[in-house]
């Protein structure tokens, strides 16, 4: 028997015999030695260096049988079944995006592939990828078939002869032991008890360890669609990894390492500790998660604090206030998003480890790799659903936030760009309920007691904008995963017959009613100009407004009614919570000013929809007078306040409110904010007794004492140097309220020339630069996930 340090002759005669051995079956030790030589010479070795190198000689000799390594991989290359190109990029890749082909906004193409395509005439642009991606070329689920390459549309699985059977026979029987090597490396390279996240260096060294292993896996990844259907089978075959797991008790280091996996698992799921449960079992047999429990009832984030742990995240001690608690979707059928993960198979463990590490590169592009193969990717996604919790768990502690997001979207666009595979996890794993569930949890970690309205007796909480979550945008790829999948009609669909499912997203978007409110200053000049006004606006951009639109573009004929129904009845219930959390009466908290009121948007928009496009009659879809009146006050407060900037009665408090007024009516921005906000104004005016209406208006732009027959007025409230502009603002908010129709008959294709009009106007510009200027849904929907 040949030893681990054997030469090259003397490997590949070992490998050579035990293939012949093992293909005849005549020799039953053959299984057997092949087992024992894997063991030697695949075991984990301190340093890694000549030991990792001598192990992955005898793996090329092994899977070979002996013969030549090159030759071994051209012949496994002339029986690639696989259709599709797959190719994988990493951040800074030139790329092409064709609209015209593309069935996802997110589909991709490598040069090659677009060149040798036909895309002459096509809406198409380059661009250099951020995150990196991946090639759809010969992928029907994402792109129209007309667009693929030569390449790619020519060939057939069926042209391919079958596989001889001991081509990849050894290759069966050696990459369980392999990658099973690589998982103990993981776990070996697991040091951390108390800060749950391994240190830079440790992460460092063990990754630069497993490079050439990983990068061994890569290599067999190019070999193509039968080394991959082989890899594929190992990584799920639940089989081998209970049987080569089993044996931890017999091999000390390997007990350790297990060990350390067991403490790496602790804490992966969304459960409360033990002693946090007991106030909630009750709720939670009643179909009521243990996510209530904190629900919206406390949470401990306040202005100026750091990262907390998980036991201060879920403790509700510093009591910002009771609110009505939040229960998950009662038509989630597994609840294991609660739960600490527990794995089946190989491929499993390896993606916990791959988020453990924070996405390393090379890891990232092995499993994307392998995305070719069909089987993997159904096998892949739902193992990626089912970690989707600790993904944002790690996240939320990741010092290199931006680049770890970077990568999970570099998996997920790959993923979730797939109606088909998206509808198939959204029945089988839940995948709406995990998704909306974690982007709950994670914003519950950061909320502060809202001082809007009533500052002493309010009880609504909203999202500190000063947390590094919404200042770096950490929550940035889920949401992204999110509006993905909402691009698909089918799942659509599902999330908006979901009642359960919309009462929580409502409730999720009532943490951004009403946040980064600003007060006005009357004495002196603020001494630090806060810049959260930055994360309050990409906040309710990306995380309320863009989901938004992508339910909006599948609530465009009448059949889809109810849907629309749906969103405005929990809407409705949302902002009446909101209101009674707040203790509003009848009028707004003088000199304070939010621009961030996402519930109101969602309302405007969807009344907006149901009439112009679904025939549904406006009255059937409005509340009563009361609630009205009340709609119209912040909305109206904005605009009052807008003026109040322009006329300088704001200058105290800095430029940053300057800078709020210019961004809300922003053509980035305008879209999804100030319109909606006069229309919803539109509809109150509409509705409302007219004189209540127009006295309201004056009143909150504070020049009722200007509008008096007499002969001298003393107003109690304005400067005299104010009152002029504070009129002027007053009068032209009527005139937009009047002639603004964007939502009142005007069609999309009308919106569009008018907006391109006034674009050409100022300057000539490029398709491309239209695109990014122009605030239309139509076009909203194509940047909404740039990758």
């Known amino acids: 028997m040949a030893g681990a340090g054997a030469s090259g002759r003397e490997k590949r005669a070992t490998a050579a015999r035990l293939k012949a051995a093992l293909s005849d079956g005549g020799e039953s030790g ?17 340093g890694g260096g000549e030991a990792a190198a001598e192990a992955l000689e005898w793996c090329r000799c092994l899977l070979s049988g002996g013969e030549p390594w090159e030759g071994f991989v051209q012949a496994v290359r002339a029986y690639d079944p696989a259709t599709l190109c797959g190719l994988v990029w990493t951040a800074n890749f030139v790329a092409y ?3 015209t082909c593309g069935i996802s906004p997110c589909m991709s193409l490598c040069a090659e592939c677009f060149h040798q395509g036909e895309h002459a005439g096509h809406d198409y642009n380059m661009f250099r990828s951020q995150a990196g991606g991946a090639c759809d070329c010969g992928d029907g689920n994402v792109m129209r078939e007309a667009g693929f390459c030569q390449r790619h549309r020519m ?13 990849l026979m050894m290759s069966e029987l050696v990459l369980p032991q392999f990658i099973f090597s690589l998982i103990q490396y993981l776990r070996e390279g697991y040091n951390e008890p108390a800060l749950d996240l391994p240190s830079e260096k440790d992460l460092h060294r063990i990754l630069q360890m497993l490079e050439p292993h990983v990068s061994f896996l890569e290599d067999l990844t190019k070999m193509g669609g039968a080394m991959r259907s082989v890899l594929t089978q190992v990584l799920t075959n639940q089989q081998f990894y209970k049987d080569l797991s089993s044996g931890v008790g017999e091999n000390a280091c390997a007990k350790k390492s297990h060990e350390k996996y067991l403490i790496a698992l602790k804490g992966s799921g969304l459960a409360f500790p033990e002693d946090k449960l007991a106030c909630g079992m009750q709720e939670q047999a009643s179909g009521t998660s243990t996510l209530a429990i904190q629900g919206l009832s406390g949470a401990t984030a306040t202005s100026g604090q750091g990262e907390t742990s998980d036991e201060e995240d879920q403790d509700g001690s510093q009591g910002v206030g009771k609110r009505k608690r939040v229960k998950l979707s009662t038509s989630t059928k597994d609840q294991s998003i609660m739960d600490v993960l527990k794995h089946k198979c190989f491929l499993e463990e390896l ?8 996405f390393p590169q090379k890891m990232v592009t092995f499993l994307l790799n392998m995305l070719p193969d069909q089987d993997y990717k159904i096998a892949f996604t739902k193992t990626f659903v089912q970690h989707y919790a600790f993904i944002m768990k790690t996240l939320k502690k990741s010092h290199e936030s931006d680049t770890m997001s970077n990568r999970i979207v570099h998996i997920s666009v790959q993923l979730f760009s797939n109606e088909e595979l998206a509808r198939q996890v959204t029945e089988e794993c839940q995948l709406l309920d995990i998704m909306v569930t974690v982007l709950l949890y994670m914003m519950e970690s950061c909320l502060i007691k809202s001082e809007l309205q009533d500052e002493e007796n309010s009880l609504h909480v909203v999202v500190n904008c000063g947390e590094a979550l919404l200042k770096n945008n950490t929550y940035w790829p889920l949401v992204s995963d999110f509006i993905n999948i909402l691009s698909h009609q089918s799942v659509a669909k599902k999330f908006l017959e979901d009642h359960s499912l919309l009462v929580t997203w409502m409730n999720f978007v009532s943490f951004f009613q009403g946040m980064n409110l600003n007060k006005r200053e009357l004495n002196e000049h603020v001494e630090f100009e806060s810049q959260t006004y930055y994360a309050a606006f990409a906040a309710e951009l990306e995380a309320c407004a863009q989901p938004m639109w992508g339910l909006l573009s599948h609530c465009k004929v009448r059949e889809t009614q109810e849907y629309t129904r749906n969103v405005v009845r929990y809407c409705l219930e949302a902002l009446q919570d909101w209101f009674d959390a707040i203790n509003f009466v009848d009028e707004p908290a003088p000199n304070q000013v939010t621009f961030h009121l996402p519930l109101h948007r969602y309302y405007a928009m969807f009344l907006s929809k149901a009439v112009k496009c679904q025939e549904l009659d406006l009255d059937s879809i409005l509340p009563d007078q009361e609630m009205l009146m009340k709609l119209m006050i912040h909305p109206l407060q904005i605009q009052a306040s807008l003026s109040e900037i322009h006329s300088n009665m704001w200058v105290r408090n800095g430029l940053q409110i300057k800078g709020q007024a210019m961004t809300y009516v922003q053509s980035h921005f305008c879209n999804s904010m100030i319109d909606p906000d006069i229309y919803l104004l539109q509809v109150c005016a509409s509705r409302l007794d007219p004189d209540y209406f127009i006295s309201s208006v004056f009143e909150r732009f504070k020049v009722v004492d200007l509008l008096t027959m007499a002969s001298q007025h003393q107003n109690t409230v304005l400067d005299s140097e104010h009152e002029r502009s504070m009129l002027e603002g007053a009068l032209t908010f009527l005139v937009i309220l009047l002639s603004l129709r964007l939502h009142l008959g005007m069609t999309d294709d009308e919106i569009l020339r008018a907006e391109m009009v006034a674009q050409l106007c100022m300057n000539d510009r490029t398709h491309s630069s239209l695109l990014d200027l122009i605030s239309l849904e139509s076009v909203n929907l194509f940047i909404l996930i740039s990758v």
């Open 30 to 46: 053959a299984a057997a030695e092949l087992q024992a030589l894997l063991e030697r010479a695949l075991a984990p070795a301190p």
């Open 155 to 167: 060939k057939s699985s069926s042209n391919v002869p079958c596989v001889p059977k001991d081509l």
């Open 351 to 358: 993606l916990f480890w791959t988020i453990k590490y924070e």
């Open 97 to 99: 995006r064709c609209r």
